[in-house]
C-alpha cells in the first residue's frame, strides 16, 4: 500500500537530518538575482541606442536569465518596457 505522506530525511550521524543544501541554494539564488537585476539596468540603458543593443546584451544570457531580466526590466521601467515592446514586437521570440 502506498502512503502519501512524505518521507523523512535519513538522520545524519549526529542526529539531525539537515543536510546543508539549503543556504548554498539561497546564496546562489541570490547571486542569480543580483546578476539579473545588474543584467536588467544595463538592457534598460541599452534601449537608448537602440533594439540591437538589447538584443545582443540578451543573446549573451542564458535562457532563464534572459526571462529574468525582462520580467525585471518591465518591473523597473514600465515606460522604456513599454517602448521596447513597441520597437520590437518579436522581443519574445529573444527568449529561446
Given at each position: 500500500?502506498?502512503?502519501?505522506?512524505?518521507?523523512?530525511?535519513?538522520?545524519?550521524?549526529?542526529?539531525?537530518n539537515?543536510?546543508?543544501?539549503?543556504?548554498?541554494?539561497?546564496?546562489?539564488?541570490?547571486?542569480?538575482?543580483?546578476?539579473?537585476?545588474?543584467?536588467?539596468?544595463?538592457?534598460?540603458?541599452?534601449?537608448?541606442?537602440?533594439?540591437?543593443?538589447?538584443?545582443?546584451?540578451?543573446?549573451?544570457?542564458?535562457?532563464?536569465?534572459?526571462c529574468?531580466?525582462?520580467?525585471?526590466?518591465?518591473?523597473?521601467?514600465?515606460?522604456?518596457?513599454?517602448?521596447?515592446?513597441?520597437?520590437?514586437?518579436?522581443?519574445?521570440?529573444?527568449?529561446?
Amino acid at each position: 500500500m502506498l502512503s502519501s505522506s512524505p518521507s523523512t530525511p535519513p538522520i545524519n550521524e549526529d542526529g539531525d537530518n539537515n543536510r546543508g543544501g539549503m543556504d548554498r541554494d539561497e546564496e546562489l539564488s541570490d547571486s542569480w538575482w543580483e546578476r539579473v537585476k545588474y543584467y536588467a539596468q544595463l538592457a534598460i540603458e541599452r534601449v537608448e541606442y537602440g533594439i540591437d543593443a538589447v538584443k545582443e546584451l540578451l543573446s549573451t544570457l542564458t535562457s532563464d536569465e534572459r526571462c529574468g531580466v525582462m520580467l525585471e526590466f518591465e518591473d523597473v521601467d514600465p515606460d522604456k518596457f513599454a517602448q521596447l515592446v513597441a520597437d520590437a514586437p518579436q522581443w519574445t521570440e529573444w527568449m529561446a
